[in-house]
Every structure is written in structure tokens, then in C-alpha cells.
Antibody, heavy 123, light 111 residues
Framework: EVQLVQSGAEVKKPGESLKISCKGS????????IGWVRQMPGKGLEWMGI????????RYSPSFQGQVTISADKSISTAYLQWSSLKASDTAMYYC????????????????WGQGTLVTVSS | QSALTQPRSVSGSPGQSVTISCTGT?????????VSWYQQHPGKAPKLMIY???KRPSGVPDRFSGSKSGNTASLTISGLQAEDEADYYC???????????FGGGTKLTVL
């Protein structure tokens, strides 16, 4: 069974850095794309970007390019989302999600989701 | 890119059918057959319900169906059940490696 387990909630101050994680289990980590989706409080879903852990091919939404960094460590089946300098507007729930790399249309959807990591940025 | 347009809310009684629309442009919904739908219960992660416009993942009841006409995709839920009450989001590929766009979400209330 494919499972994605995300790191716990974070409370940070503006300007601080942060790296949250998403650990995959129950499947071959390098056979799936892993992506990140933002959900601001009371708002809808936003696609942030995606990585293929097999070769670290990473693609960002134009809205998030330069604002966050997506990475993965295939040796421990874990993907990451990081910020170098948080802003109050980064306050949101962040979900990781994955989809089978070898499915020709898998790239266009997310089949499995993590439970979410709540990031709160406040002075 | 702009979010896809969904009604803010729809409602129906148990056993009835409801349809949620998702309107985009020829650059997203109308241009590709990569529309997916996600169900999100309060405080929970989204769940994939429909992909590639009309395909259902294993385990999703056949009461859920998807379709597309022009720039508008639709999710139909027949035989409404209480557990279907949730937020529903559409999502479409929008023409580049990095372009996906979600709808604003629709709250389904089962009366």
C-alpha cells in the first residue's frame, strides 16, 4: 500500500528558513513522481511543483519558481519542500502527493496524498 | 494562469444526482484530456476521484463519473449519499511541463 507520511506542524517567524518532509513507503520510491500542493487557510488547492526522485528532474509552477525548493533523497525515500526566508503569506497546509512515473498520463494527476503539514508563519 | 471556474456550492438529497461544472479555456480544459477531480472532506487530504476526464481509480464507486464538452468539464455524482458531502476540486493540465490549474472548489451539501 502506497503511503506518504509528512513531517509535523511548524510554527516559524518571518525570515526564518524551513524544510518539511514527505516519506514514501509501500512502493518503489523511484517509480513515482512526488509533488507538492498548497492550501491556504479556507482556500483552494494550488499546484506547486513536482520531482522525479530517480534523477531529481524537478519542475515548478511559475507561481512558485524561486520561492521554494523541492528536493528528494532516494536513499531514504523522502521528498522535501523548503523555504530560505518565510513570509506570513506562506502560512498554509502543504500536501505532498505522488503518481506512477511509468503511467503515460500519471504526470497529470496525483494518485496518493500525504496527510498534510501545517506551516504557520507569524511574528 | 487563472483558476478554473467552479460553482461555490451545490446541493442534493440522498439518492439524487448532482453535477459540478468546471469551466476553463481552450488552453487548459478544452485543449487536453487531462482533467482530474479530487474530493476533500474537512480536515482531510484530497482524494483522487476521476482522472483523464472520465476514468475512475480503483476503489472509487461508479456513482462518480466525469465528462467534458468544449472548455467545460463536469463531475456527476449519482445516488447521492451522506458521505459524499465534501469539497470537490477540478484540475487541468494547462499546456507546459509546469502548468497545472485547479478550480476554486465546490462545496457539496447532501440535504
Amino acid at each position: 500500500e502506497v503511503q506518504l507520511v509528512q513531517s509535523g506542524a511548524e510554527v516559524k517567524k518571518p525570515g526564518e528558513s524551513l524544510k518539511i518532509s514527505c516519506k514514501g513507503s509501500g512502493y518503489s520510491f523511484t517509480s513515482y513522481w512526488i509533488g507538492w500542493v498548497r492550501q491556504m487557510p479556507g482556500k483552494g488547492l494550488e499546484w506547486m511543483g513536482i520531482i522525479y526522485p530517480g534523477d531529481s528532474d524537478t519542475r515548478y509552477s511559475p507561481s512558485f519558481q524561486g520561492q521554494v525548493t523541492i528536493s528528494a533523497d532516494k536513499s531514504i525515500s523522502t521528498a522535501y519542500l523548503q523555504w530560505s526566508s518565510l513570509k506570513a503569506s506562506d502560512t498554509a497546509m502543504y500536501y505532498c502527493a505522488c503518481t506512477y512515473y511509468y503511467d503515460s498520463s500519471g504526470y497529470y494527476r496525483f494518485d496518493y496524498w500525504g496527510q498534510g503539514t501545517l506551516v504557520t508563519v507569524s511574528s | 494562469q487563472s483558476a478554473l471556474t467552479q460553482p461555490r456550492s451545490v446541493s442534493g438529497s440522498p439518492g439524487q444526482s448532482v453535477t459540478i461544472s468546471c469551466t476553463g479555456t481552450s488552453s487548459d480544459v478544452g485543449g487536453y484530456n487531462y482533467v482530474s477531480w479530487y474530493q476533500q472532506h474537512p480536515g482531510k487530504a484530497p482524494k483522487l476521484m476521476i482522472y483523464d476526464v472520465s476514468k475512475r481509480p480503483s476503489g472509487v464507486p461508479d456513482r462518480f463519473s466525469g465528462s467534458k464538452s468544449g472548455n467545460t468539464a463536469s463531475l456527476t455524482i449519482s445516488g447521492l449519499q451522506a458521505e459524499d458531502e465534501a469539497d470537490y476540486y477540478c484540475c487541468s493540465y494547462a499546456g507546459s511541463y509546469t502548468s497545472r490549474v485547479f478550480g476554486g472548489g465546490t462545496k457539496l451539501t447532501v440535504l
